[in-house]
């Protein structure tokens, strides 16, 4: 075995976005584009200590991780540990860093994107604390990619590739390499937060759930913790085996891609009682009742309401943290709870400061994620287990549960529309025409709807200081109604643009109103705002959650 040092060229497209660097599959697998992309993450490495190294199973992480690993090994990386088979949900991974005190961790995954090889691939890196890179490591390593001329490889040989589908430690070449268990260590924190006794028992009741893997990473957590160490009936989980091209399905758990679940939970027959889905790489949940569907904002809120009875959080909560596109439900709460609620700009990392300084414990977005300070990482099985929690402790529904919430705390009828494979140049103009039309909007009326405020939105790091600009459009109307604007940070075909659409109520003659229907006077007045339809020549959006 030696080592390669083989020529590069710099790329230029190598800026991650909100979550890692993410392109279609066929450009990471041009010459040297992984290749580049990793050896300027570890040119970029203080502490080499040890690494973990996992994917969600889409096509390409099992080349990509032995690609990974012989680089590791060239870079002089002590440890590399491995989920066994290359699997590794996010979650899991950033428990594992935060367990093992590890210096980092690469995870293989373009999220809720299609995989296979006409579909995404990505790559994230995670800092020491387990959470996403902050700006100014992401920032480093793509001026590092930009710059480049060499990586270092391990030649090995006849020897093939390295073997991860057995537990267990070797060496190769100075480097550890452990590959480990994925689902015991996530399955072992999950236990510590969570009464497991009494969900079990409401298994033992009968309680019917339906779990969706989407063919995606989660599966075999999935199993193994519903099925295995809480009783829940064999075939409770669905689609649960990873699969390189998720069985063709877009692993995005929302209304529109998780279509079989939901036909399955509105069935009048026999819909079970819970039914929940997790994205590609787990960091996403989505919660529906019977017949019913919680918004990822009302689900934040109502995990966030009923924290005390779980164990991991009846100590109280720190403070709670949504991004600023999420609904302001789980304000709501925090305002009854005495305690602080920040607004942060889309990504993860924003939340992960706040976690890391202690200010928060439980955090959301509305694009589906919830988490908490277990971890620097949404999280999706834990949202799951959270409301299992829940319903067993207070012995209600999933629809009685958020029905209740809204009796306490008003309902946030909340919608976003997309509008997605645009040509940039027309986001971009429909972004900057809106900018541009800010200062005049204050206390114009539109219909029924007076401007209360129009900002384009602009954080300041409580911990750090830092200013973070553009992050999105924002124009508040009397009554705690609200719309946003802003460009989609994760797509890989053209642009998205996402429109928030939000309506405060508390009359409770008005709860039944469905979502569409309560914000449509605020989808007229985003088009008469910012010109969606000439501008982007698109009559209605692509998809609605
Ligand atoms: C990533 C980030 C999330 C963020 C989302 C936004 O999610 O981790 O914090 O909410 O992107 O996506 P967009 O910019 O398209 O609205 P994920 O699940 O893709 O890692």
Redesign the pocket.
């Known amino acids: 075995m030696r080592i390669n040092y083989v020529k590069t060229t710099p790329f230029n497209d190598q800026r991650p976005?909100?979550?890692g660097l993410r392109k279609k599959t066929n450009v990471f697998k041009t010459d040297n584009y992984l290749e580049n992309f990793i050896q300027s993450i570890f040119n970029c490495l203080a502490d080499k200590r040890a690494l973990v190294v996992g994917g969600d199973g889409r096509y390409h992480n099992d080349k990509a991780i032995d690609t990974i690993i012989r680089m590791a090994a060239a870079n002089e990386i002590d440890k590399v540990m491995i989920g066994r088979g290359g699997i590794l949900s996010?979650p899991a991974a950033s428990c594992v860093i935060r367990k093992y005190g590890l210096s980092g961790g690469i995870i293989l995954s373009a999220?809720?994107n299609p995989g296979g090889p006409e579909g995404d691939f990505g790559v994230k890196f995670n800092t020491a604390n387990g959470g996403?890179a902050p700006e100014s490591v992401t920032e480093a390593i793509f001026r590092q990619s930009q710059r480049i001329t060499e990586y270092k490889i391990l030649n090995m040989g006849d020897l093939g590739p390295l073997d991860i589908e057995h537990t267990g430690k070797s060496r190769l070449y100075e480097t550890q390499i452990e590959i480990f268990e994925p689902v015991s260590d996530y399955a072992a924190l999950m236990n510590t937060l969570f009464d497991f006794e009494r969900i079990r028992l409401l298994f033992k009741t009968g309680f019917l759930m339906r779990y969706d893997g989407m063919n995606a990473v989660t599966g075999p957590y999935a199993k193994s913790i519903l099925e295995g160490i809480l009783g829940a009936p064999q075939g409770t989980v669905v689609n649960g085996e990873p699969l390189a091209d998720f069985g063709g399905r877009h692993p995005d758990p929302n209304l529109v891609y998780a279509k079989e679940l939901v036909e399955a939970m509105y069935s009048p027959k026999d819909a079970p009682d819970f039914g929940a889905a997790s994205?590609g790489?787990g960091?996403?949940n989505m919660i529906l009742g019977r017949g019913f569907f919680v918004t990822p904002s009302d689900s934040l809120a109502v995990l966030a309401a009923n924290a005390h009875l779980v164990p991991g959080y009846m100590g109280g909560l720190k403070g709670v943290a949504r991004?600023m596109p999420t609904g302001k439900a789980v304000d709501m709460v925090a305002a009854k709870l005495g305690i602080p609620c920040y607004e942060t700009p889309?990504?993860?990392k924003f939340f992960g400061a706040l976690l890391d300084a202690d200010l928060v414990t439980l955090c959301g977005?509305e694009?589906f994620?919830t988490g908490s300070s277990h971890i620097r990482e949404?999280d999706g099985l834990w949202a799951v287990l959270f409301w299992l929690n829940i319903i067993a402790a207070r012995g209600l529904g999933v629809e009685a549960i958020v029905r209740d919430h809204w009796m306490r705390f008003g309902r946030n009828f909340y919608s976003r529309h997309d509008y997605e494979g645009l040509e940039p140049s027309a986001a971009n103009l429909l972004m900057a025409r809106l900018k541009d039309s800010l200062p005049g909007l204050k206390g114009r009326t539109f219909g029924a709807y007076r401007v209360e405020s129009a900002d384009d939105f602009s954080y300041t790091d409580p911990v750090d200081g830092l200013i973070s600009t553009g992050q999105g459009v924002r124009i508040v109307f009397e009554d705690i109604k609200r719309l946003v604007f802003?460009l989609?940070?994760?797509?890989t075909n053209g642009a998205?643009l996402?429109v928030y659409l939000e309506r405060y109520e508390k009359d409770p003659g008005l709860y039944n109103l469905k979502p569409e229907e309560a914000v449509s006077g605020l989808a007229s007045v985003a088009d008469e705002i910012a010109h969606i339809k000439t501008i982007l020549k698109r009559s209605a959006p692509d998809v609605i959650t």
């Open positions: 976005g909100t979550s996010t999220s809720h996403p994205d790489d960091d996403r991004s889309t990504g993860w977005e694009s994620g949404k802003r989609s940070g994760t797509g998205t996402r």
